[in-house]
């Protein structure tokens, strides 16, 4: 049931693949992926809880592999359990991962950048990795450290908030009143236009070899975001360089 990935060029740790014919980066909806059971749990947990979450994801992951073409990575905030989930979930024969925990991570920097750059180097070249839950200014950053593909179902969740997803801001229009009046299935179009648009425009770069001039661009969007990207060049500057042109 796996879908073939293809790598066609990077720009640095960043893709550009084809699944099934599809550019990546690229966004997936729920509803056209068969995502394996698992059992999902808090970030901030106990050790012995991770660990029974894990053992039950990769069972019900290598009890439905026939008929699944999607695995989740648990393992809450310990770095070796998403290793360790990662890596036995490939044995079954997947090759495409949703990182679970992905609001948590939004708001944790550092573990961000250690988990999604420790299952990059540690994942199969075939592989590939979807990032369920994301803020639009933060797509760029996350595609330059290596996600292949975002959540369309995001821009729902944001809709239900009245929360305006732009590729530089997130307006909660209770507080910012950008339209007089708007419905949530307005809004919710609204963010997936600019899901796609940021989409378009993360190709544009990497095809012109400057995803890290808008990574920088939007890394002053939030607060996380420049964090991310200050930590990120503090602590894996090899990683960055491996697959960044030198001119």
């Given at each position: 049931?796996?879908?073939?990935?293809?790598?066609?060029?990077?720009?640095?740790?960043?893709?550009?693949?084809?699944?099934?014919?599809?550019?990546?980066?690229k966004l997936f909806s729920k509803k056209d992926l068969k995502i394996a059971p698992n059992e999902g749990s808090a970030y901030?947990?106990?050790?012995?809880?991770?660990?029974?979450?894990?053992?039950?994801?990769?069972?019900?992951?290598?009890?439905?592999?026939?008929?699944?073409?999607?695995?989740?990575?648990?393992?809450?905030?310990?770095?070796?359990?998403?290793?360790?989930?990662?890596k036995e979930l490939e044995e079954i024969g997947y090759n495409g991962f949703i990182i679970a925990n992905a609001d948590s991570?939004?708001?944790?920097?550092?573990?961000?950048?250690?988990?999604?750059?420790?299952?990059?180097?540690?994942?199969?070249?075939?592989?590939?990795?979807?990032?369920?839950?994301?803020?639009?200014?933060?797509?760029?950053?996350?595609?330059?450290?290596?996600?292949?593909?975002?959540?369309?179902?995001?821009?729902?969740?944001?809709?239900?908030?009245?929360?305006?997803?732009?590729?530089?801001?997130?307006?909660?229009?209770?507080?910012?009143?950008?339209?007089?009046?708007?419905?949530?299935?307005?809004?919710?179009?609204?963010?997936?236009?600019?899901?796609?648009?940021?989409?378009?425009?993360?190709?544009?770069?990497?095809?012109?070899?400057?995803?890290?001039?808008?990574?920088?661009?939007?890394?002053?969007?939030?607060?996380?975001?420049?964090?991310?990207?200050?930590?990120?060049?503090?602590?894996?500057?090899?990683?960055?360089?491996?697959?960044?042109?030198?001119?």
């Open positions: 049931m796996i879908r073939k990935f293809e790598i066609k060029s990077h720009d640095g740790p960043g893709r550009i693949g084809k699944i099934e014919g599809e550019l990546t980066p901030n947990i106990d050790r012995e809880i991770a660990e029974f979450n894990v053992k039950e994801t990769l069972r019900l992951a290598k009890e439905n592999v026939d008929e699944c073409d999607i695995a989740v990575i648990q393992g809450s905030k310990y770095l070796d359990l998403r290793v360790k989930c990662l991570l939004l708001t944790n920097p550092r573990d961000l950048v250690e988990l999604v750059v420790n299952l990059k180097k540690q994942a199969k070249k075939t592989s590939y990795f979807i990032f369920p839950f994301t803020e639009v200014s933060f797509m760029p950053i996350l595609t330059y450290m290596g996600i292949d593909g975002f959540m369309v179902d995001s821009a729902n969740y944001y809709s239900h908030l009245n929360v305006l997803q732009t590729p530089t801001k997130a307006y909660d229009l209770n507080a910012y009143p950008i339209y007089d009046e708007i419905s949530q299935e307005e809004l919710e179009k609204k963010n997936i236009e600019y899901m796609e648009f940021t989409i378009r425009e993360i190709h544009a770069h990497m095809k012109n070899r400057s995803l890290r001039n808008l990574v920088e661009e939007r890394s002053g969007t939030t607060p996380q975001n420049i964090s991310t990207l200050k930590i990120l060049d503090r602590t894996q500057m090899d990683y960055l360089l491996e697959y960044t042109q030198l001119f």
